[in-house]
């Protein structure tokens, strides 16, 4: 994790006078037998670094516990509030606005971290300040540039999309065995009553033995593409 956690010092950032900033937030739960509870964590921070480092934003460390509530009671798995959340998002805008960066986008690892869209859209009543990174019709378009087999449906939770990022950019996360943990639950009406127990029993809900380092990099390289739009409504100068 160390080369996906910035190192930049104080003068780095004074030098680099960025207007954006990149924030991950993953998350601590189960991901099946064979891939670690830091997954999301893992992922956000892949994404964070490379549009970070791509377009000269400012790269903040992550948020590693979050809503993970339908998670429970699989072992391993941590949450914090919704309110929680909210109130450390929310902290760290106002806080980079502060010091001069008032521009964030929000690299978002996990599904259920639904009350991200309600601080985003907060925060932009009085103009466009903070974006939600990758939004459904980028991870849409990635999904298509890196020709992935399965449809978004049915590649929920440690699939061949989370899959192919860990094999590209951190293979030694994947553990042995993972492409054994295929299991196919594309219709989950009651997900926020029943949570994850009720669609699986060995965490995975995805075909993670379709996925590929190729396809993971395919993935993180048309998300740099695709975030252009969002920093050119945030700073139109980082999205040059």
Request: glycine residues 10%; aromatic residues 4%.
């Amino acid at each position: 994790m160390d080369a996906l956690i910035t190192q930049a010092t104080s003068g780095d950032e004074r030098h680099r006078g960025p207007a954006v900033a990149v924030l991950p937030v993953g998350s601590f739960e189960q991901h099946g037998d064979h891939l670690p509870l830091i997954t999301d964590t893992a992922i956000a921070c892949l994404i964070a670094r490379r549009i970070a480092d791509d377009h000269g934003l400012f790269l903040l460390p992550p948020i590693t516990v979050s809503c993970s509530h339908e998670h429970a009671p699989m072992a391993g798995t941590v949450s914090i509030s919704a309110a929680t959340l909210y109130a450390m998002v929310n902290d760290i805008w106002r806080s980079l606005e502060a010091s001069g960066t008032p521009g964030l986008i929000i690299v978002n690892g996990h599904g259920g971290n639904y009350v991200l869209a309600n601080v985003v859209q907060e925060i932009n009543t009085t103009g466009p300040r903070v974006a939600l990174f990758p939004a459904h019709e980028d991870r849409a378009q990635a999904r298509t540039d890196a020709a992935l087999e399965s449809s978004s449906a049915e590649d929920m939770h440690g699939g061949e999309f989370e899959v192919s990022l860990l094999l590209h950019g951190a293979p030694h996360l994947v553990r042995e065995g993972v492409e054994g943990d295929d299991h196919s639950a594309p219709n989950r009406p009651h997900l926020l009553t029943v949570g994850m127990a009720g669609y699986t029993t060995n965490g995975i809900i995805g075909q993670p033995s379709l996925a590929s380092a190729t396809k993971g990099k395919a993935i993180l390289d048309s998300f740099s593409r695709s975030v252009k739009a969002h920093l050119a409504l945030i700073d139109p100068v980082a999205a040059d």
